[in-house]
């Protein structure tokens, strides 16, 4: 997560850099009416205001990629010009972030699928918040054992683990409420396949196969 952000940051001063020169070419070889301009602006906007709000809703997003352009002049080319150029270059910055906020997305949604009478939240100020349903929050710490084992594992799961790893799970199920091990096994091969990971898992829970038969393999059957 450090890496991707590191590299975010880098790219991003690499764009900003880049920016004056784009919006010069600009100015110099397109040719495009103001209205059509306007209409790529308008497009740009909303994609980037997308972006930055799914960004947001798992605390990835610092700014407000459009504080600086609330109000413009949409009769003048040169001008939209520029603003196009801005909002091409902050959609560029903010799609380095799209496989770490579906990671984060896949994160909060695994948990929040198993987890009753709470839900886990990200923002960029207290990192991971667990509300209850009355409003208020509690820590990591404060959850049952059961809870902090599915928080701990996906984390290093999805975060911790090096891509094309082979991971060895010894009896996931210890500690997890019968319902959590329903559409577990599922939830493991969607991180697999995310971090290109690869599962041995020993259990002696045949639930968390369900669905699933032809991965298991049981020790019973050697002679």
């Known amino acids: 997560m450090r890496h991707q952000l590191s590299r975010y940051a880098a790219e991003s001063r690499q764009h900003e850099r880049n920016l004056p020169a784009q919006i010069v070419q600009a100015m110099q070889t397109d040719t495009e009416s103001a209205e059509a301009v306007a209409r790529d602006v308008d497009r740009l906007q909303g994609d980037v205001r997308d972006l930055a709000d799914s960004l947001a809703r798992v605390g990835l997003l610092y700014e407000d990629p459009e504080q600086q352009l609330a109000q413009y002049p949409r009769h003048k080319t040169e001008i939209l010009l520029a ?3 801005v909002y091409r270059v902050a959609l560029e910055r903010l799609e380095q972030l799209t496989v770490l906020r579906t990671d984060l ?12 009478g709470k839900q886990v939240e990200l923002n960029k100020d207290s990192g991971l918040v667990i509300r209850l349903d009355n409003g208020d929050t509690i820590t990591p710490s404060q959850l049952s054992s059961g809870e902090q084992q599915l928080l701990a594992l996906s984390y290093e799961l999805l975060f911790g683990t090096a ?3 082979v991971v060895l ?11 959590w091990l329903k559409g577990l096994l599922t939830a493991f091969l969607e991180m ?8 041995i898992i020993a259990t002696h829970a045949p639930s968390v196969f369900l669905g699933h038969n032809e991965l298991e393999q049981s020790l019973d059957l050697a002679e």
């Open 83 to 85: 603003v196009r150029e």
């Open 105 to 116: 997305e896949f994160f909060a949604e695994f948990l929040n699928r198993r987890f009753s």
């Open 163 to 165: 891509p094309n790893s």
């Open 169 to 179: 799970l010894d009896e996931p199920e210890l500690s997890l409420h019968v319902t």
């Open 192 to 199: 697999a396949e995310k971090r290109r990971l690869q599962f």
